[in-house]
Nanobody, 114 residues
Framework: QVQLVESGGGLVQPGGSLRLSCAAS????????MGWYRQAPGKERELVAT???????NYADSVKGRYTISRDNAKNTVYLQMNGLKPEDTAVYYC????????WGQGTQVTVSS
Protein backbone atom coordinates (compact mmCIF):
# COMPACT_ATOMS: atom_id res chain seq x y z
CA GLN A 1 0.00 0.00 0.00
CA VAL A 2 1.50 3.30 -1.13
CA GLN A 3 1.70 6.11 1.38
CA LEU A 4 2.89 9.67 0.85
CA VAL A 5 3.12 11.74 4.03
CA GLU A 6 3.99 15.41 3.67
CA SER A 7 5.09 17.62 6.55
CA GLY A 8 6.87 20.84 7.36
CA GLY A 9 4.39 23.46 6.25
CA GLY A 10 3.31 26.45 8.29
CA LEU A 11 2.79 30.17 8.41
CA VAL A 12 5.75 32.26 7.36
CA GLN A 13 6.34 35.93 6.56
CA PRO A 14 7.24 37.04 3.04
CA GLY A 15 10.92 36.42 2.44
CA GLY A 16 11.01 33.56 4.90
CA SER A 17 11.95 29.93 4.45
CA LEU A 18 10.46 26.51 5.03
CA ARG A 19 11.64 22.95 4.43
CA LEU A 20 9.05 20.40 3.46
CA SER A 21 9.49 16.64 3.76
CA CYS A 22 7.64 13.77 2.12
CA ALA A 23 8.04 10.26 3.47
CA ALA A 24 7.15 7.62 0.89
CA SER A 25 6.43 3.94 1.34
CA UNK A 26 4.92 1.03 -0.54
CA UNK A 27 6.92 1.34 -3.74
CA UNK A 28 10.56 1.28 -4.88
CA UNK A 29 11.21 4.96 -4.20
CA UNK A 30 14.80 5.09 -5.42
CA UNK A 31 14.09 4.28 -9.06
CA UNK A 32 11.36 6.83 -9.76
CA UNK A 33 11.20 10.50 -10.58
CA MET A 34 9.56 12.38 -7.73
CA GLY A 35 8.05 15.81 -7.61
CA TRP A 36 6.47 18.47 -5.45
CA TYR A 37 3.14 19.83 -6.54
CA ARG A 38 1.03 22.62 -5.09
CA GLN A 39 -2.56 23.71 -5.24
CA ALA A 40 -3.59 27.23 -4.35
CA PRO A 41 -7.20 28.11 -3.51
CA GLY A 42 -9.31 28.22 -6.66
CA LYS A 43 -6.46 27.02 -8.87
CA GLU A 44 -5.45 23.73 -10.42
CA ARG A 45 -2.69 21.65 -8.91
CA GLU A 46 0.68 22.40 -10.52
CA LEU A 47 4.06 20.70 -10.56
CA VAL A 48 6.74 22.99 -9.14
CA ALA A 49 9.83 20.81 -8.72
CA THR A 50 11.07 17.48 -10.06
CA UNK A 51 13.98 15.24 -9.13
CA UNK A 52 15.04 12.28 -11.25
CA UNK A 53 16.50 9.17 -9.62
CA UNK A 54 20.02 10.30 -10.56
CA UNK A 55 19.56 13.60 -8.78
CA UNK A 56 18.92 15.88 -11.73
CA UNK A 57 16.32 18.52 -10.99
CA ASN A 58 13.88 20.76 -12.79
CA TYR A 59 11.74 23.66 -11.60
CA ALA A 60 8.76 25.70 -12.66
CA ASP A 61 9.75 29.21 -13.66
CA SER A 62 7.76 30.63 -10.76
CA VAL A 63 10.03 28.98 -8.17
CA LYS A 64 13.35 28.70 -9.99
CA GLY A 65 16.19 30.10 -7.94
CA ARG A 66 14.15 30.02 -4.72
CA TYR A 67 13.22 26.36 -4.26
CA THR A 68 15.53 23.35 -4.06
CA ILE A 69 14.32 19.78 -4.30
CA SER A 70 16.42 16.92 -2.95
CA ARG A 71 15.99 13.28 -2.04
CA ASP A 72 17.40 10.72 0.37
CA ASN A 73 16.86 7.30 -1.17
CA ALA A 74 18.00 5.56 2.02
CA LYS A 75 15.15 7.23 3.88
CA ASN A 76 12.61 7.12 1.04
CA THR A 77 12.15 10.84 1.53
CA VAL A 78 12.00 13.82 -0.79
CA TYR A 79 12.53 17.37 0.46
CA LEU A 80 11.67 20.86 -0.74
CA GLN A 81 13.70 23.77 0.60
CA MET A 82 11.77 26.97 -0.04
CA ASN A 83 13.51 30.33 0.36
CA GLY A 84 12.40 33.82 -0.47
CA LEU A 85 8.77 32.87 -0.02
CA LYS A 86 6.10 35.10 -1.53
CA PRO A 87 2.38 35.41 -0.79
CA GLU A 88 1.67 33.74 -4.13
CA ASP A 89 3.46 30.61 -2.88
CA THR A 90 0.57 30.05 -0.48
CA ALA A 91 -0.87 26.63 -1.27
CA VAL A 92 -1.19 23.06 -0.11
CA TYR A 93 1.95 21.21 -1.13
CA TYR A 94 1.97 17.55 -2.15
CA CYS A 95 4.54 15.05 -3.33
CA UNK A 96 4.03 12.25 -5.84
CA UNK A 97 5.72 10.54 -8.69
CA UNK A 98 6.15 12.47 -11.93
CA UNK A 99 3.89 12.03 -13.75
CA UNK A 100 1.49 11.61 -10.87
CA UNK A 101 0.75 7.95 -10.24
CA UNK A 102 -0.56 7.47 -6.74
CA UNK A 103 -3.44 8.86 -4.72
CA TRP A 104 -2.60 12.19 -3.17
CA GLY A 105 -1.54 12.39 0.44
CA GLN A 106 -3.00 14.91 2.85
CA GLY A 107 -0.53 17.57 1.79
CA THR A 108 1.00 20.27 3.95
CA GLN A 109 -0.31 23.82 4.08
CA VAL A 110 2.09 26.67 3.36
CA THR A 111 0.83 30.16 4.10
CA VAL A 112 2.95 33.19 3.31
CA SER A 113 1.57 36.30 4.92
CA SER A 114 2.61 39.24 7.02
Amino acid sequence: QVQLVESGGGLVQPGGSLRLSCAASGFIFSIYTMGWYRQAPGKERELVATIINDGRTNYADSVKGRYTISRDNAKNTVYLQMNGLKPEDTAVYYCNRVPQRYAWGQGTQVTVSS
